[in-house]
């Protein structure tokens, strides 16, 4: 099933794929079935970029939102996933810091189990993944410093950031493996240490989530750093940690925390400045992913008509933009954005983006 240049095809961010998951979801079988066609014609990769959001975990998720999970794709999933948890525990031994495709939501072990728990059936590849991400709640030290186990030296788009750094975002960052820890604590998945390093993960999101990542310099400061201006999106903004903390609270019974999630979000949704930084209709870091994730938070909201005024205006935003953008995928394109707009998810398309 691997090719040794994949195409572009089998990508669930940008590809066909993605656009098929919007056909699946509006009942379109011809136009899925074409566009399914088209996204494996060449092959469908099971190598080391293989992840949610490419090659085979992308086509078993977007086969699963049709209920069509061929045991072949399924089985070879279940290779990448073991041969990926395998890199990483010799990584581990090793001493090294991980890089941010090994554990993240895009590329890593956190979408390939955001995958597993979104399958019919529990698998058991689900807790080791969960116990591998349990782990990164354990510090590391590093040259006689002690740093967070999800601490990365590189970007990422690869670059080498100098004393490393500490992501925090829902794509990229530790906000991602928070946020499925809670899912699967929800649908009552555990393994020992979840609840402790759910706690772990959101303490470091409370003090540390003023940006996109945290530097060296930001840790061995005496205080964390002040909020900066920064874009309110699904990806890195406060609105995907918002969202995080609130599965957070609900997967360990804490009100509070959930309370302070929904007032975080209604606070940023409500306030000029922060929504003039939204700049495109896109799931990733646009005006879709906004109304998807506040839809989510309503739905677990003991109060969610406060959400009502916030969705319609948010969907009238996206209604006004939603063509304009210039990709046809799924994070960055018009498929993604529509699926947002149609407010439903027969299929559970969100499970991509961690928000249920």
């Known amino acids: 099933m691997t090719t040794t240049a994949p195409p572009r ?111 019919d059936e529990t698998s058991p590849l689900l807790k080791e993944v969960l116990a591998y991400l349990v782990s990164l709640a354990q510090p590391v030290r590093v040259n006689g410093r002690e740093l967070p186990g999800w601490w990365s030296a590189l970007s990422p788009h690869g670059e080498q950031k100098g004393g ?77 940690i918002a969202r995080a903390h609130h599965l957070a609270g609900l997967a360990l019974g804490d009100r509070a925390r959930s309370l302070e999630a929904e007032d975080t979000l209604v606070r940023t949704l409500t306030d000029p400045t922060d929504l003039g930084r939204i700049t495109d209709a896109s799931l990733c870091h646009g005006w879709a992913g906004l109304v998807a994730l506040t839809r989510a938070v309503a739905a677990d909201s003991p109060t969610p008509q406060r959400f009502t005024p916030l969705i319609d205006d948010l969907t009238a935003r996206l209604a006004a933009t939603v063509d304009h953008l210039p990709k046809p995928g799924f994070m960055e394109g018009r498929a993604g954005a529509h699926l947002a707009l149609a407010g439903t998810d027969a299929t559970g398309w969100t499970r991509a983006l961690l928000i249920t």
């Open 164 to 240: 490393g750094h500490g992501n925090n975002g829902v794509a990229h960052g530790i906000a991602g493996p928070l946020a499925l820890l809670s899912l699967a604590t929800r649908h009552g998945v555990r393994v020992p240490g979840q609840d402790e390093a759910i706690g772990v993960f959101a303490c470091w999101l409370d003090s540390h989530a003023c940006g996109y990542w945290t530097t060296r310099d930001q840790l061995d400061a005496p205080q964390p750093p002040a909020p900066a201006p920064a874009r309110p999106s699904w990806c890195y903004g406060r609105p995907g």
């Open 9 to 119: 095809s089998q990508q669930l961010s940008e590809g066909e794929l993605g656009t098929v998951l919007l056909h699946i979801e509006r009942g379109d079988t011809d136009a899925a079935h074409t566009g399914l066609a088209r996204a494996v014609a060449g092959g469908v990769s099971t190598g080391a970029n293989a992840s949610l959001f490419h090659g085979t975990p992308a086509l078993e998720f977007v086969l699963g939102r049709a209920g069509h999970t061929r045991p072949d794709v399924r089985e070879a999933v279940d290779r990448v996933v073991t041969a990926r948890l395998a890199t990483a525990h010799r990584r581990r031994a090793d001493g090294v810091l991980p890089y941010l495709a090994e554990f993240d939501l895009i590329g890593g072990l956190t979408g390939l189990g955001a995958l597993l728990l979104a399958r």
